[in-house]
């Protein structure tokens, strides 16, 4: 079982939507969780971190953690075609002292 | 601005040679990672460093090698490449565990 799994999509969504990307991993002890968006043929760049059970808001991105379901989430409302992209989850492991991504969502934002 | 930077951004090799991708951080982080993005697979890590002359290993490190003699660089080396390591590799940093990695453009390997 991989540790960090995403739904591969692809998930499409109208302009304006909101979209909604699910993550779940393995590691009960895992410390901090990342969103990253990457674009096709360029590098990843965050888009936000989450490290406490709750929500966290950053613009029109919120990311949701529920450490004892152990499921991490971001929300992208008034979705723009410019979000249109991967998005990959990644969850640190201070056990394993690694950063572990998943294989990523691509999502389609309609105009 | 601090940045991360690779090179080349395209290689083209044969199989059996010894090939090199630097990365070049002027962040001053301690932290520095090697990632191959393979359709399919998302990003593995392959090695990474958590300081001057400390090198681990990833999930997939056979037949790649990396070593960190100061804080700015950890240059990836195949020492036979093979068809399989034609992908696309990313270098990353961060301040420390558990922080923020940044990552490089990429560079594009074709194995032949």
């Given amino acids: 079982q991989k540790e960090v799994e995403q739904n591969s999509g692809p998930l499409s969504v109208p302009e304006g939507a909101i979209a909604s990307l699910n993550c779940t991993y393995s590691d009960r002890g895992s410390q901090s969780f990342f969103w990253y968006r990457q674009y096709s043929g360029k590098s990843p760049e965050l888009i936000m971190f989450i490290y406490s059970n709750g929500d966290k808001e950053d613009g029109r991105f919120t990311a949701q953690l529920n450490k004892a379901s152990q499921y991490v989430s971001l929300l992208i409302r008034d979705s723009q075609p410019s979000d249109s992209a991967t998005y990959l989850c990644a969850v640190f492991s201070g056990s394993a002292r690694q950063l572990t991504f998943g294989s990523g969502t691509q999502l389609t934002v309609l105009p | ?112």
């Fill in chain 2, 1 to 112: 601005d601090a940045e991360i930077t690779q090179s080349p951004r395209h290689k083209i090799t044969e199989t059996g040679r010894q090939v090199t991708l630097a990365c070049h951080q002027t962040w001053n982080h301690n932290n520095m990672f090697w990632y191959r993005q393979d359709l399919g697979h998302g990003l593995r890590l392959i090695h990474y460093s958590y300081g001057v002359q400390d090198t681990n290993k990833g999930e997939v490190s056979d037949g790649y090698s990396v070593s960190r003699s100061n804080t700015e660089d950890l240059p990836l080396t195949l020492e036979s490449a093979a068809s399989s390591q034609t992908s696309v590799y990313f270098c990353a940093s961060s301040r420390s565990e558990g922080n923020t990695q940044y990552f490089g453009p990429g560079t594009r390997l074709t194995v032949l």
